[in-house]
C-alpha cells in the first residue's frame, strides 16, 4: 500500500510539484514500494506511506540464490528530493543482492562501504536491517544497525518479541568497525515456528510515542518515547492479528492514527512464515522472484468519514500494484470514494454499520468492486442521482459513477440488511454508461 501524495518536499518547506518533475518522479518512488505476496510458504504484506511526496524510506524482499526469503528495509535521514535520491541509490544496492546467496552481516559490512562513498559529504545516514527467513529450517537470521527493534509476534502469545539491533552507532557508512570480513559477528539466528509473523518498519511507526516527547535526538527522554511507540505498535498489532498479514499491516497503520497524520515517513513489511521451503532458482542460478498470485483483495472498515481515507488508500494501493494507474486507477478510486461516501451519509447515518471492499484484477481484462454495507436498504428510485438540469450542491457521485463504470449493479435482497454494489471497469476500450 503506498500514499498518493501531492507534494513534494524542499528542504525545509513544501514546493508544489512542477509537471516535468512530479508524475515521473513520483512513478519512480512508488515503484521502490515492494508488492504483496502470498503463496503456500509465506505471506508479505505491505505499507508505505511517505510523510511528503517523496521519501527516505526504502525497503526489498527477494529469494536469494539459495531459495531463502530475503527483506531488508533502510531510512535515510531526512525527507523529500534529496533523501528519496538516496533511497533510490540503496535501493539499486539492495537488489543487487538477489543474485547472490546472501549472508545477513555481510550485507551490513557492504552497505557500510556503500554509503561511506554514496553519502560522502552529503551530512546524512541512514538506518539498515536484513532479515533471512529459511522456511526449511524454520529460522530467522538478521542484522541490523541502529534500527528499530525486528518484532515477531508468535500465535498464542500476548506480548511480543523484540530483537534490536546488534550495532549501537547512530546510522551506517560511519563506522569501520563494519569492515569485518564476513560479519558473522553481527548476525543473530532465530527459530521460528509456523504461524510466526515479523515486522521490519522504519521509526516513523513508533511516531505515536515520539512526536510529543519534546526530546530531539536522544537521552533517556526519546528512550521513554521509544518504548511507549514500541507497547502502542504491539497493541495495536494483537488487536488486529486475526486479520490475514496484508490487512494486519494496514489497519495496524491506521489504528495507530498514521493513515491521516504523521510528520515521519512509515514502512512496513510484514511477514507470515509457514513451513514449506521456496523453491530455489532453476539451475541453481539467478533471482526467481515470487510468482504474483490472484489479483484479489478485502477489506473491512466502519462506516465513518474517517474511514473514507483508509478506502482511498486501500483501492489506490491494490491498483498501483496491479499496474492499473492514471486516469482509468483515479476514476475508479473516485468511484468508490463516491458509493462509500453514499453509505456513510445515507445507509448508515443512523445507525452503526460496516462497509466490505472486495477488488479482483483481471490482467488485461476488467476489474470488479463489490462493496457491501449493513445498513440502511435504500429506496431503488433514488439510486439514479439528483436530475442533471437542477443546480444545486451535491448528488452527482452516482452519475459519475456510472459515467466511469461499464456495470453498475445494485442488489437490496442478497443480504438481510444493507445493499451489495457490482462495479465492472473494463480496462480495454473506453467505459460507457454503468448498466443497472
Given at each position: ?160 518479541r523484540l530483537y534490536p539491533s546488534q550495532r549501537s552507532y547512530v546510522g551506517i557508512g560511519l563506522d569501520s568497525g563494519i569492515d569485518a570480513p564476513d560479519g558473522a559477528e553481527d548476525e543473530t539466528a532465530v527459530p521460528l515456528e509456523p ?242
Amino acid at each position: 500500500m503506498v500514499a498518493e501524495p501531492d507534494r513534494i518536499a524542499g528542504e525545509g518547506t513544501d514546493v508544489e510539484i512542477a509537471p516535468t518533475l512530479g508524475e515521473g518522479t513520483l512513478t519512480v518512488q512508488r515503484s521502490l514500494v515492494p508488492e504483496p505476496y502470498e503463496d503456500e510458504d509465506v505471506a508479505i504484506g505491505v505499507c508505505y506511506l511517505p510523510a511528503r511526496a517523496l521519501g527516505g524510506d526504502v525497503g526489498t524482499y527477494f529469494v536469494d540464490r539459495a531459495g531463502r526469503l530475503c527483506l531488508l528495509v533502510s531510512d535515510v535521514t531526512g525527507h523529500g528530493l534529496a533523501a528519496a535520491l538516496l533511497a533510490n541509490r540503496l535501493y539499486g544496492e539492495m537488489r543487487s543482492l538477489a543474485t547472490e546467496e546472501v549472508r545477513p552481516g555481510a550485507t551490513l559490512a557492504r552497505m557500510g562501504r556503500f554509503l561511506g562513498e554514496a553519502f560522502a559529504g552529503t551530512g546524512r545516514f541512514a538506518t539498515y536491517c536484513c532479515a533471512r527467513v529459511c522456511t526449511a529450517e524454520m529460522q530467522l537470521v538478521y542484522t541490523a544497525s541502529a534500527h528499530p527493534p525486528l518484532l515477531l509476534l508468535r500465535r498464542g502469545d500476548e506480548r511480543a518479541r523484540l530483537y534490536p539491533s546488534q550495532r549501537s552507532y547512530v546510522g551506517i557508512g560511519l563506522d569501520s568497525g563494519i569492515d569485518a570480513p564476513d560479519g558473522a559477528e553481527d548476525e543473530t539466528a532465530v527459530p521460528l515456528e509456523p504461524g510466526d509473523r515479523l515486522y521490519l518498519y522504519t521509526d516513523g511507526l513508533l511516531e505515536p510515542g515520539l512526536a510529543d516527547c519534546g526530546c530531539g535526538d536522544g537521552g533517556p527522554a526519546r528512550s521513554s518515547a521509544l518504548h511507549d511507540g514500541l507497547k502502542a505498535l504491539e497493541r495495536a498489532l494483537l488487536l488486529e492479528r486475526d486479520r490475514p498479514i496484508g490487512e494486519q499491516v494496514f489497519r495496524t497503520v491506521d489504528r495507530l492514527g498514521l493513515c491521516a497524520h504523521r510528520r515521519d515517513d512509515v514502512l512496513v513489511i510484514g511477514v507470515e512464515v509457514k513451513r514449506r521451503k521456496p523453491a530455489a532458482a532453476p539451475d541453481g542460478g539467478g533471482v526467481r522472484e515470487p510468482e504474483k498470485p490472484p489479483r484479489r483483495a478485502s477489506v473491512r472498515v466502519e462506516a465513518r468519514a474517517r474511514a473514507l481515507p483508509v478506502i482511498r488508500d486501500f483501492a489506490r494501493s491494490f491498483l498501483e500494484a496491479t499496474g492499473v494507474r492514471g486516469r482509468t486507477a483515479n476514476e475508479v478510486v473516485l468511484a468508490v470514494d463516491e458509493a462509500c461516501s453514499n453509505i456513510v451519509r445515507h445507509a448508515c447515518c443512523h445507525v452503526a454499520g460496516t462497509i466490505d471492499l472486495s477488488l479482483e484484477h483481471e490482467p488485461n481484462e476488467r476489474l470488479t468492486i463489490v462493496i457491501e454495507d449493513d445498513g440502511e436498504k435504500p429506496v431503488p428510485e433514488k439510486l439514479v442521482g439528483r436530475p442533471l438540469d437542477r443546480l444545486e450542491a451535491g448528488g452527482l457521485g452516482l452519475h459519475f459513477i456510472a459515467q466511469t463504470m461499464d456495470l453498475v449493479a445494485y442488489d437490496t435482497g442478497a443480504r438481510e440488511r444493507g445493499t451489495r454494489l457490482t462495479l465492472r471497469r473494463d480496462l480495454q476500450g473506453t467505459p460507457g454508461l454503468g448498466s443497472r
